[in-house]
């Protein structure tokens, strides 16, 4: 057993923290608490996903402001056959467009890492992303077509048919995907709480169980509820 130096409590011999005031036990003879490989790549998942989030709606916002400008409303060069409207259209439509091929990269790499018991869902998430991709797509390529067809009212309308028909079938498939692993997610919820049910206090900042006596966690020094099951916060007991 090793005593506190602040409180004399006395301490398991692995401990690093004391469990009674949260001071740094002398030796720190335990090692760290290994990480969950798992959040690291749900971190970088996140920190990706927000990025493109942010980076489509900058460039949303910029494009309205663009669009806006007195001196922009109506500009047509001579020697280009699209007004500027049209053509700031289309560049905010293709950095969206290579946005979104970016992030299915990174999503078809880290999202069955991130969330092993979801694997099966990506390629669902991927079909959507690439049903908006065909939106942007035809966002983008609409205005030239029009310029470049002599009679463009049957090439659209027939486009339109084509990409409305592929869109459903993707999307129906994304359904069947989800509605076959239904059965799976749902047999992996487990409604028993262990926990909750017992005198353990798990520790939110390190995930390691502390007997309910703890104050503070003797893995990372964190500060542990009194409530059985409950998990730790900032707050004192």
């Known amino acids: 057993m090793i005593n506190c130096p602040a409180c ?3 301490n398991e011999p692995n401990s ?8 740094v036990l002398p030796g720190n003879q335990m090692a760290e608490p ?3 490989p798992s959040l690291v790549y749900r971190r970088y998942l996140a920190i990706a996903t927000a990025r493109v989030v942010i980076a489509l709606f900058l460039v949303w916002f910029l494009k309205g402001v663009l669009l ?3 001196f922009i409303e109506g500009l047509i060069i001579p020697s280009i056959p699209f007004s500027a409207a049209q053509m700031i259209n289309l560049i905010a439509y293709l950095v969206a467009f290579v946005l979104l091929v970016g992030f299915t990269q990174t999503l078809r790499s880290h999202w069955a890492l991130s969330f092993p018991t979801l694997a099966n869902l990506a390629p669902a998430l991927l079909v ?3 049903v908006i991709l065909l939106s942007i797509a035809y966002q983008a390529l609409l205005p030239i077509l029009v310029e470049l067809i002599n ?3 049957d090439f659209v309308l027939a486009l339109q048919v084509t990409l409305a028909i592929l869109a459903v079938i ?3 498939w994304v359904g069947k995907i989800i509605y076959d692993a239904l059965p799976g997610w749902l047999g992996s919820i487990r409604f028993d709480m262990p926990n909750a049910a017992s005198n353990n206090l798990i520790c939110a900042h390190c995930g390691k169980v502390n007997p309910g006596d703890h104050q503070y966690c003797g893995y990372c020094g964190q500060a542990l509820f009194s409530t059985p099951g409950r998990l730790t916060g900032d707050e004192e007991p």
């Open 8 to 10: 004399q409590a006395l």
């Open 68 to 70: 806006n400008l007195s």
């Open 34 to 36: 290994s990480s969950n």
């Open 170 to 172: 993707l999307l129906a």
């Open 151 to 153: 009679d463009p009212r």
């Open 16 to 23: 690093r923290f004391c469990i009674n005031c949260g001071q």
């Open 128 to 130: 959507i992303i690439y």
